[in-house]
């Protein structure tokens, strides 16, 4: 599944409320699929967020394309 900024951002509030005191939160992601947490997923939904973080950031920059040039080498 791809990750989206507002799935992070869902998961970053479903922290936050934890770290307030919330036993238990449920999260709604893009696809529509909701998922309950509760204070004993705090870890695994902090290192969850982390991953979701990195690919939503590739995700949004796009594709990479790189270019490489061959030709004769010169100086023979």
Known sequence: MTW???DVAAVDDAIRALVAGERV???RYADGT???Y???NLSELRSMRREMAGEAARS????VYRA???GPRTGY
């Open 60 to 63: 949004a920059s796009g594709p």
């Open 25 to 27: 939160v449920t999260v």
């Open 34 to 36: 909701e998922t309950t």
């Open 4 to 6: 989206t900024q507002n």
């Open 68 to 70: 490489f040039r061959f």
């Open 38 to 40: 509760g204070q004993a």
